[in-house]
C-alpha cells in the first residue's frame, strides 16, 4: 500500500509570487485535505476534495485553491503569496464512503518559504 | 472560544508512567475525534479514533470520549522516550452538511529517563 506523498518537499518564493503544490492520496482513498501549519500551532484546514469537488473549506481567502485528478491526487494552488503564507503545507487522504474512515493520512508535508 | 483546546504544555513524565493528555470542544455535534502524534520536523501520525462515549485501547494507548462533557482523553502507558512528541487533538466540527476537520495546537510531552 503506498502512503501519501507530496512534492516538493522545500520551496523558497517571494513576495506575489504563485506556488503550486502537490500530493498522491494513498492508495484506495478517494479524499485529499490540505492543511497549513505554522510553528507551534496545530494544522489548520484550508478545504477537502471528495471525488474531485471542494467539500468543505476552511477559513482562507480565494487566493487559496486547489484541484482533484480522477486518479484522487490533488494541488494546492496559492497566488499573490505573502510573508504570512510561509508555513508547513500537509496533505491528509481518507476514504469517506466507508463506515469511521474518515481517518486521516498525513504527507510529510511540504515547507514554504515566503521572502 | 477556540474550538478545540489542549493544554500546550509542556507534559513531563518519567519513564515508565501515565502520561494524560486532555482535549475539550467546542461543538456539541462532533461525532468524529482524532489523537495524532507530531515528532519535531514530521508530520502528524494517527494514533487513534474515537466515535462512541467510553474507552477504546489499542496497545499501550487508551482513548476516552464524554461528549456531554465535550471532553476527549489520551492516555499513554509505560511511556517511553519514543513518546516525547507533541499530541493533536482533532475534531471534525460540523459546518454546513458537511465537516471541518479542527486541530487543537497540541500538548507538547517529555518522556524522562
Redesign the interface.
Known amino acids: 500500500e503506498t502512503g501519501v506523498t507530496q512534492s516538493p518537499t522545500h520551496l523558497i518564493k517571494t513576495r506575489g509570487q504563485q506556488v503550486t503544490l502537490r500530493c498522491s492520496s494513498q492508495s484506495g482513498h478517494n479524499t485529499v485535505s490540505w492543511y497549513q501549519q505554522a510553528l507551534g500551532q496545530g494544522p489548520q484546514f484550508i478545504f477537502q476534495y471528495y471525488r474531485e469537488e471542494e467539500n468543505g473549506r476552511g477559513n482562507f481567502p480565494p487566493r487559496f485553491s486547489g484541484l482533484q485528478f480522477p486518479n484522487y491526487s490533488s494541488e494546492l494552488n496559492v497566488n499573490a503569496l505573502e510573508l504570512d503564507d510561509s508555513a508547513l503545507y500537509l496533505c491528509a487522504s481518507s476514504h469517506l464512503d466507508r463506515e469511521s474512515l474518515d481517518e486521516q493520512f498525513f504527507g510529510p508535508g511540504t515547507r514554504l518559504t515566503v521572502l | 472560544q477556540k474550538e ?1 483546546e489542549q493544554n500546550s504544555g509542556p507534559l513531563s513524565v518519567p519513564e515508565g508512567a501515565i502520561a494524560s493528555l486532555n482535549c475539550t470542544y467546542s461543538d456539541r455535534g462532533s461525532q ?1 475525534f ?1 489523537w ?1 502524534r507530531q515528532y519535531s520536523g ?5 494514533i487513534m ?1 474515537i ?1 462512541s462515549n467510553g474507552d477504546k485501547e489499542d496497545g499501550r494507548f487508551t482513548a476516552q470520549l464524554n461528549k456531554a462533557s465535550q471532553y476527549v482523553s489520551l492516555l499513554i502507558r509505560d511511556s517511553q522516550p519514543s513518546d516525547s512528541a507533541t499530541y ?1 487533538c ?1 475534531v ?1 466540527i460540523p ?1 454546513g452538511g ?9 500538548t507538547s510531552l517529555i518522556v524522562h529517563p
Do not use: W
Not at chain 2, 42 to 46: C, F, Q, R, V, Y
Open positions: 478545540v468524529s482524532f495524532y514530521k508530520s502528524p501520525e494517527l479514533s466515535y493533536l482533532a471534525n459546518s458537511s465537516y471541518i476537520p479542527t486541530f487543537g495546537r497540541g
